[in-house]
């Protein structure tokens, strides 16, 4: 049941450089989707959303990108910073019937200087 | 910042045996969550709670598994007879409204559960 792909399991990415992140959903009941950053021996930590109404949403150095008719979105993180080497997963939400998070694999991001 | 709590940090424990995930969450959060990872693998949605009820739960979350919350802080996940195959990071997670109206899941930082 991969209802959440993220065919990308690693990304290494110059300090200052843009790093992309892709994700691809195959259930159109989805409607929000959001991104997490993980450390080893820590949980998810919330990066940032976006409800299906929209196709971009930005905060600070991180945006995110929805396309609905590819069933694909993106986080782009610029610049990037050692700091924000990590594991990001993709998740997605049906909010009409459920409040559980469905997860992509994840994709290693390694920053380098 | 406040911030969800797990207790204990890696459990090991025999096959068969019962084990307590405990949680606390975020005080004012109404939504509680547990989610799993097994080793190279994704996290993987397992119950949701609310209003002292299941709200929702996967297909992992068979009759082994049941979650309580027996007082007013803590939120504990209970496998009956443990298995081999629930070797995995268990992850408790609660949110102040509905996911998908806004409310994002805060997690805690994981239970590392060895069976052996």
């Known amino acids: 049941d991969q209802q959440v792909k993220q065919n990308s399991p690693s990304l290494s990415v110059q300090e200052g450089r843009i790093s992309i992140l892709n994700c691809d959903y195959t259930n159109s009941m989805f409607d929000y989707f959001l991104w997490y950053k993980k450390y080893p021996a820590e949980g998810p930590t919330f990066l940032i959303s976006i409800s299906s109404i929209k196709d971009k949403n930005e905060d600070g150095r991180f945006t995110v990108f929805l396309n609905k008719s590819a069933k694909h979105l993106s986080l782009h993180i610029v610049p990037s910073q050692p700091g924000d080497s990590a594991v990001y997963f993709c998740a997605a939400l049906n909010t009409g019937t459920a409040s559980k998070l469905t997860f992509g694999t994840g994709t290693r991001l390694q920053v380098t200087l | 910042e406040p911030e969800v709590t797990q207790t204990p940090s890696h459990q090991v424990t025999q096959m068969g045996q019962e084990v307590i995930l405990r949680c606390v969450p975020i005080?004012?959060?109404?939504?509680f969550y547990w989610y799993r990872q097994i080793l190279g693998q994704k996290v993987e949605f397992l119950v949701s709670f609310y209003n002292n009820e299941i709200s929702e739960k996967s297909e992992i979350f068979d009759d082994q598994f049941s979650v309580e919350r027996p007082d007013g802080s803590n939120f504990t996940l209970k496998i009956r007879s443990t298995k081999l195959e629930d070797s995995a990071m268990y992850f408790c997670?609660?949110?102040?409204?509905?996911?998908?109206?806004?409310?994002?899941?805060?997690f805690g930082p994981g239970t590392r559960l060895t069976v052996l």
């Open positions: 997670a609660s949110s102040d409204i509905r996911q998908g109206d806004g409310g994002e899941q805060f």
């Open positions: 005080s004012n959060h109404l939504y």
